[in-house]
Nanobody, 124 residues
C-alpha cells in the first residue's frame, strides 16, 4: 500500500504562491487517484484537487478553481499542488491522500491512504 508524504507548506502573504509536493512511499501512484484535501479549524475536510493517475483526469473544487493546479510527475511518482493568488481562507492543514481507482472522487471519506499533512497559513 502507498504512503503519501507531503512537503512544501509554509506561511505566506495574501496573493503569494506556494507549491506543495506529495511523493509516494511503499508503492507507486500508477493505479491510484491522488487528492489534496484540506481542513481548517472548525471546518470539514474539503477535497480541493484530485488527479486520476492513469489518465490525468483532474478535479478542482469551486473554491480553488483557476488558482490551484494539480499535476503529476511521472516517473518520479510525485504529485504537486501549485497554489497561486492565495487567500487567508486558504489557511488549513493540507493532506495528500490516495485510493485505488480510475475516476475522480470528491469526498474526503473515500480516500484510504493519508499523509501527515502540511500546514499552509496565509495572512492578509
Amino acid at each position: 500500500q502507498v504512503q503519501p508524504i507531503e512537503s512544501g507548506g509554509g506561511s505566506v502573504q495574501a496573493g503569494d504562491s506556494l507549491r506543495l509536493s506529495c511523493i509516494a512511499s511503499g508503492d507507486i501512484f500508477m493505479t491510484y487517484v491522488v487528492a489534496w484535501i484540506r481542513q481548517a479549524p472548525g471546518k470539514e475536510r474539503e477535497v480541493v484537487a484530485a488527479v486520476v493517475w492513469g489518465d490525468d483526469t483532474t478535479y478542482y473544487s469551486d473554491s480553488v478553481k483557476g488558482r490551484f493546479t494539480i499535476d503529476r510527475n511521472n516517473p518520479v511518482n510525485t504529485v504537486h499542488l501549485q497554489m497561486n493568488s492565495l487567500k487567508p481562507e486558504d489557511t488549513a492543514l493540507y493532506y495528500c491522500a490516495a485510493v485505488h481507482g480510475h475516476r475522480v472522487l470528491r469526498e474526503a471519506s473515500e480516500y484510504e491512504y493519508w499523509g501527515q499533512g502540511t500546514q499552509v497559513t496565509v495572512s492578509s
